[in-house]
């Protein structure tokens, strides 16, 4: 005899039943995404258009044009300027350098100037350098120099203003032979400080070979120089002249002392 079923084991058979048949019923009625194609993946299979490549004229044009508006700003408004020169850079950096860290001694520029009938050669004493160069030069001077000056070696005779005028450049007149005065390796140093003159008549040459070359026996001439005195504010000052061993000494005085009774 079949035992009675409880109202509560009807109802677990018969959700085990629906269960049992949900499942294949489920897996028949919603398909897998797998193996159903979608939309976008037709589209992509479809054939495209073919795209054609962009043109290259106006690329050539655009170049052609900036190239072309490149050019004419260049030649309108770039400023004329001498090419760069990194050894003349150097130089001119060099010499800056040495101005500015003198410890109150001032660079003085010297350029040559017309011959002037005023200058005198009284007053002007000469005398031997004792020792080296660096041994009669301030040391601020010495220490500043980018390197050690070469000398000319012959000078006949020295003149030069007796007084000066502020704002006005004093006149030095030298007499040395043609080789080393034409040479545009020839230069007249100048430095200053509290009434003291220093000048350095030196050869930019690099080494005594180079300084052999000039002819120290040729013919001599005269050559004017002026300079600045803008630093200048006393009333006496006592300058020096240096070459190959020798010095020359003398004074200048303010235009306005030498006026007054």
Same mark, same amino acid.
């Given at each position: 005899m079949t035992p009675p079923i409880s109202p509560r084991n009807e109802k677990m058979k018969a959700f085990g039943s629906v269960q049992a048949l949900s499942r294949p019923q489920m897996r028949l009625g919603w398909p897998s995404m797998e193996n159903e194609p979608s939309q976008s993946g037709q589209q992509d299979a479809s054939p495209q258009e073919e795209r054609k490549p962009w043109p290259m004229w106006p690329i050539v044009l655009a170049? #052609?044009?900036?190239?072309?508006? @490149?050019?004419?700003?260049?030649?309108?408004?770039? =400023?004329?300027?001498?090419? @760069?020169?990194?050894?003349?850079a150097m130089s001119e950096r060099a010499a800056q350098a040495t101005e500015k860290n003198l410890y109150d001694w001032y660079s003085l520029n010297t350029t040559r100037t017309n011959p002037s009938e005023e200058l005198s050669s009284s007053g002007i004493l000469a005398r031997k350098l004792a020792g080296p160069l660096e041994n009669d030069l301030p040391s601020q001077i010495v220490y500043y120099i980018p390197r050690k000056p070469i000398l000319v070696p012959k000078l006949e005779s020295v003149a030069a203003d007796a007084a000066f005028t502020p704002e006005q450049p004093i006149t030095i007149r030298l007499t040395? &032979?043609?080789?080393?005065g034409e040479s545009p390796d020839f230069r007249l140093a100048a430095f200053y400080k509290d009434g003291d003159l220093r000048l350095l008549a030196e050869m930019r040459v690099e080494n005594e070979e180079d300084l052999a070359? #000039? +002819? &120290?026996e040729s013919p001599p001439k005269a050559y004017h120089f002026a300079i600045e005195t803008g630093p200048?504010?006393? +009333? =006496?000052?006592?300058? =020096?002249? @240096?070459?190959?061993?020798?010095?020359?000494?003398?004074?200048?005085i303010r235009e306005a002392d030498r006026a007054a009774p």
């Open positions: 170049i #052609f044009s900036f190239i072309v508006f @490149y050019t004419w700003v260049q030649l309108s408004f770039r =400023k004329e300027e001498r090419p @760069y020169e990194p050894s003349q040395l &032979p043609e080789a080393f070359r #000039f +002819d &120290p200048i504010e006393v +009333d =006496k000052v006592a300058a =020096k002249l @240096y070459f190959e061993g020798q010095i020359r000494e003398w004074s200048i």
